[in-house]
């Protein structure tokens, strides 16, 4: 629980990243969330992710809306500046903040009530503008902190720990942000790290708007028979189109798999993500296919894991705006007042008689 | 039939058009012509919720006196809307005049026996000059702004440079304009002379003084005051305020080497968006802003709550228009000042500005954006329809070089490195006022957790009763600071001494100096006060106080500023009576004369009668 201090004790041997920095460096405050969420799981694979990338923990912000998974930014990063918004809201402040200074990293932290019921228009809007952002969904089928109430994401006929029958059909965040335009698009499972991690860097490197749907049993609410966001059928009905690593440029690229089974693909920063195709005929750079594959595959009750799709080459809503260079926090009055000479000369335009 | 008004550069000009019709132009031109006379005009547009067809009003106050506000009455109507066409006759003052396009024949019922009938056959003019008939409709309003200049003495060199000014670069079309223009005026001198007792008389009385709408001066304001982050949704009437800016930015914040911008526009999905892109780009350390009306407002009253309890710099520009609900959405209001004032659930209050015209709108603006930083709080400058879409006639804009912004207190680097204590909510310096940290600053320290929930003076996440309270109260402590920072009153004392004192603000400035003016030459005496903000100065308070009676006028049904007062002020009710005005047209000189008269005969009826 959060109100026992965490123990400041150092392991010697930890390992270091190239900044010298450990595990330790990455963590933040300890989990207020229940024993076995599967959300506790992807904020260790995110301090994974960013302790691998070499990110300097204070250069990371970190937004949420309210929910269960909107509270744990608090529990990774301790040393980035984190920002718990209102209810489905997040991705309005997060565009702002990105807005402001376009030099941090953004991580959108959010829950399947938050980006799929209330802020489900927020959660569009930021995508099709392009905001350069990591946004994570971590995504139960269930409103956990009221207790166990249908989400958005629910299937059609799935259960609930009370007995009730979901009715409605599901809202699927990937082909959502398909359609508004992510260019980056992933789904992963809270209990796979070895899939989520790369594809956690992956998203961060990405220069864009990219959408991470992790699906994240609710061990307290969403865990029993008849619930299709249960670890048991999760693991049963996943279906991994392809698993990545993510090389930073320096990092040699070397092939040691067979040729046709694996595909580098280069991102303008240089960085490679390295596909380990599962499914041959499955390519991460046609949208209109990824479309079509995960509407076929969800007819058939399978639950597509993997990097979707991916543009190499985005354009974010700074390009979009035409935003100088620096952080426009950082402008003065210098390069934002006019001066009281082009005042004058408003005032001759203006001028009445 | 009583004698025909006789005024020279003092009376109302009230145009009755279709919307659409392009008369909007043509009635400004009408306006610009008698200021280029060096004579000071007020003009209005009253519009309807509608592109095309609905009736649509401009009202054109002449006054060389210089009163600015609307003075109430129609000495001409030119009624050019047949739908309008019976609530327009009846609006003129005994001994007007109609000015109206005698084409068709119009029974003497339309008319009425007390005004004096100017007509002019435009229609059949335009018909027989142009075939096309758009341009017989645009041409019909250049002919009567002819024949209203010529008859008002208005010469025909003021207009034409007016129409070489506003056609410069499409040079094309002055030749038409001009030939309308004598069409009318030729018919004015032939058939009307000597019918139009309105007179224009050239003088030298609006000096260097500048003609801009509120909600340009908003835009410009904010590019001045350092903005570089705004998002908006849009809605009437503010829509204009980011467009301004917009168009502002791309001249004035455009690197002169890179042609990239120092700014950020977004048109969101919606005003809570909005809000939130405010909220997120004042959290990481721009200067934001969006602009808005009472419908988005009521929208953004969570975002509001966040702002205030998480202590997150934004502005908000509200250019009220009528409510409840869609309401009056073309129409003039002051009434969301209590949901401003208390914006979102649980114990709030928040600062309001109130502008009296467009140069204040400016001021006001880079106040606001200082304000927000300072006191880490959504700051609400509340103008309206009548100031944000309307051309005022007001002081030239002033910018001081050496002013610096007011970033407020942010922890640097150095500060955090130094070793100074950093509690996110902690009050060091006795004002209630913390210090923030932006995102990215400190590799070890400064970091904190934003949270609309409860935290100590350490943002540590907190349940605890007494923890909460010492928050909320630190939280009404900044109040009483924003109390000493925020723009004073202007009191206007009476020649004499004065029982009995006036409140007003906002866009009621104008038509109150008038009022003032005509309640003293009939020897009613009454102090004046014009508040400019919220929370009350000092000031405020004492002034209901030093009176025996207050009356407090407000373009609102409830009386939402006296309500504020007396809540806030700790004020007797019995002190303060409520004078609204809340039709949707701006207020006016004789309305007010009127109501306050009336109040100060049942008050004291001696003085009524000393006054007659």
Redesign the interface.
Known sequence: MSYLAKPKFRHKGLEQNALGFTHRDYEGAISTLCAGCGHDSISAALIQACFELDIEPHRVAKLSGIGCSSKTPDYLLGQSHGFNSVHGRMPSVLTGANLANRELIYLGISGDGDSASIGIGQFVHAVRRGVNMMYVCENNGVYGLTKGQFSATADTGSKSKAGGINADSPIDLVSLALIAGATFVARSFSGDKTQLVPLLKAGIAHKGAAVIDVVSPCIAFNNHAGSTKSFDFVRAHNEAVNRLDFLEGREAIKLDQAPGTVEDVVQHDGSVIRLHKIRDDYDPRDRVKAMDYLQQRHAAGEMVTGLLYLDPEPRDLHAGLNTVKAPLNRLDERALCPGAAALTALNDEYRAG | MPKPIEATNDFVVKFANVNGSGSASANELFA?SI??M?VPIASRNIFPSNIQGLPTWYEVRVSGEGWLGRRGGVDLMVAMNPQTWDKDVASIDPGGYLFYDSSKPLPPSKFRPDIMVIGMPLTEICNRTYTDPRQRQLFKNIIYVGALTALMGIGAEVVESLIREQFKGKERLLEPNFKALHIGRDYASEHLEGLCKLKVERSDL???????EGNDAIG?GC??G?A??A?WYPITPSTSVAESFNAHCRK??V?PE?????????Q???E?????????????????FTATSGPGISLMQ??FG?AYFAEIPAVVFDIQRGGPSTGMPTRTQQSDILLCAYASHGDTKHVLLFPEDPRESFDFAAEALDLAERLQTPIFVMSDLDIGMNQW?CE??????AR??DRGKIMTAEMLESGMDFGRYLDVDGDAIPYR????????RG???????SRDRYAK?SEEGAVYVDNMQRLLRKFETAKLLVPKPVVHQAARKARFGVIYFGSTAPAMAEALDALGKRGLWVDAMRIRAFPFSDEVIEFVNAHEQVFIVEQNRDGQMRTLLINEGAIDPARIVSIPHYDGAPITARFILAEVAERLGQLEPRLEGAAE
């Open positions: 610009r200021l280029r060096g609006v000096g260097d003084r500048i003609f801009l410009l590019v001045y350092g570089s982050v998002a004035l914040r690197d890179t042609g990239e911008n120092r700014f950020a526009i977004v969101a999905e919606d809570l968006a909005a809000i939130g892109v405010v909220i997120g780009a004042g959290w990481n350390g721009a200067r934001a969570e975002f966040l006639l030239p804009l002033a910018w001081d070089e610096r912004y940290t932006l995102p990215g600053t400190h590799p070890t970091a904190y957790f934003t949270r609309g929930t996440y």
